[in-house]
């Protein structure tokens, strides 16, 4: 049986071309949805963005014929606006039809009275709670159906013969064949150790290029004078520094050196070796707990608290730490153009060329900002995505289904793009207590 969408007010703010991802379908957005989504239009935030773009698309759709009798889509479905009010009270029971989202439990109860297969799709989990109660499927819309657990990890552990080790050591190069190949993926991070033997191990990287397993790229002299401390960052500074490599994604919880490895990195390429024109570091402006409201001062002084973790890690790499002078070294990066820390505010519309994006606490993104973010790279410019997806400060995302994990699992496929997972907490013996008892 065909199967009609209920679509609410959440999706369309989440993903205004959400319409087009539920092809030979029927979907359903009551006329209060539309009057929900006109409250947003003057926003100048993300849902009032989002708000505009869809009002666009049905406005473009009006062309086609009545919305309210329904309108073909591209895709096979059939999108209806619909303008119905006079539900039967009684077969709500309690269900109180002044507020908006009971509302639309009505249309979908009413859709299924009528023998429709009926789903409501919302990222409301109250509503999405009511509408199975009152009998009527729901689900999250863009929603994973895996684990935190689940999650492309980057890393696998590759058990070969004694003379396959021998091998990588001479020719710092190791062919696969098919069979081995299978489920790595490019750019994967391989741990090959002897079967019977699991003390002797050496560390490489998947090229798929080349077909085969290639050495780790180190940082002898280290990144602006940090060095990897476990296996978990020579694989990230491996991913940072290689050049074939556009878009890295590091995954740690605190204090695992995440932030600290990319600045680092940034620093090296791009004040170093001059191999990119600037360091561009930006971050969500996603507050942790109640807000404190408006901020007084200049953009600067505003920006202030949400960009200070970034100035700490700088204060850190300058030697801040060691009794200097570390805001002047970094201040004068500033000075220069080299170095650029700004919030993703106003990253909308921009081309970003030949620079080294590393985007902080990514895991508070959609994956539509995820999205956004990524296709703003213009020619040259490698981009670094740094979070905990586990430490979500947005309301409206969950450990697997934010921007960050989103990327990660879509992408992970691409040979321009590698992935890492840092487990160990470098930071003090306070901070992975912590992290791991708390």
């Not at 091998?167 to 098919?178: A, I, M, T, Y």
Request: charged share 25%; aromatic share 8%.
């Amino acid at each position: 049986m065909k199967k009609t969408f209920i679509l609410d007010t959440s999706v369309l703010l989440y993903d205004p071309q959400s319409i087009y991802k539920f092809p030979d379908s029927d979907i359903h957005i009551p006329l209060v949805v539309i009057e929900e989504l006109d409250r947003f239009k003057k926003d100048p935030n993300e849902n009032g963005r989002n708000g505009r773009a869809f009002s666009r698309i049905v406005d473009g759709l009006r062309q086609k014929g009545s919305l309210s009798e329904g309108v073909s889509l591209e895709n096979g479905g059939k999108l209806t606006i619909s303008l119905k009010t006079d539900f039967d009270k009684n077969s709500l029971g309690p269900i109180n039809l002044t507020i908006n989202d009971n509302i639309i439990l009505a249309h979908a109860y009413w859709l299924k009275s009528k023998g429709k297969n009926v789903f409501l799709i919302s990222k409301d989990i109250n509503l999405r709670v009511k509408s199975d109660a009152i009998g009527v499927p729901s689900d999250d819309y863009g929603k994973m159906d895996i684990t935190i657990d689940d999650l492309y990890s980057g890393h696998k552990i590759l058990e070969v013969k004694p003379k396959s080790i021998d091998e990588f050591e001479e020719n710092r190069f190791l062919e696969l064949s098919k069979d081995e190949m299978e489920g790595i993926s490019p750019n994967e991070y391989l741990t090959i150790q002897e079967a019977n033997n699991p003390q002797r191990r050496k560390l490489g990287r998947y090229c798929q290029r080349k077909l085969g397993i290639v050495p780790l790229i180190k940082a002898r002299e280290g990144l602006w004078g940090i060095y990897p401390k476990n296996v978990e960052q020579q694989f990230a500074i491996d991913a940072l520094l290689n050049q074939e490599v556009k878009l890295v994604s590091l995954v740690g919880k605190a204090g695992t050196g995440k932030t600290l490895l990319a600045i680092a990195a940034g620093l090296e390429l791009t004040v170093g070796k001059q191999e990119y024109s600037r360091l561009l570091v930006s971050r969500p402006v996603q507050p942790m707990g109640r807000d404190l409201g408006f901020l007084p001062g200049d953009v600067n002084e505003k920006l202030g608290p949400w960009m200070q973790p970034i100035f700490d890690n700088m204060d850190f790499l300058f030697g801040g730490d060691k009794g200097h002078d570390a805001t002047s070294g970094w201040d004068d990066l500033i000075n220069q153009g080299l170095l650029h820390i700004e919030p993703l505010t106003y990253i909308r519309g921009r081309s970003i060329p030949a620079q080294y994006l590393i985007v902080d606490e990514a895991q508070n993104l959609s994956p539509h900002e995820i999205k956004t973010i990524i296709t703003r790279a213009g020619e040259g410019t490698k981009v670094i995505l740094t979070g905990d997806c586990e430490q979500i400060d947005n309301p409206y995302l969950d450990s697997v289904n934010n921007g960050l994990a989103y990327c990660i699992e879509r992408l992970k496929a691409e040979p321009i793009v590698a992935h890492t997972i840092l487990k160990v907490g470098e930071r003090s013996e306070l901070s992975e207590v912590a992290s791991k008892y708390l």
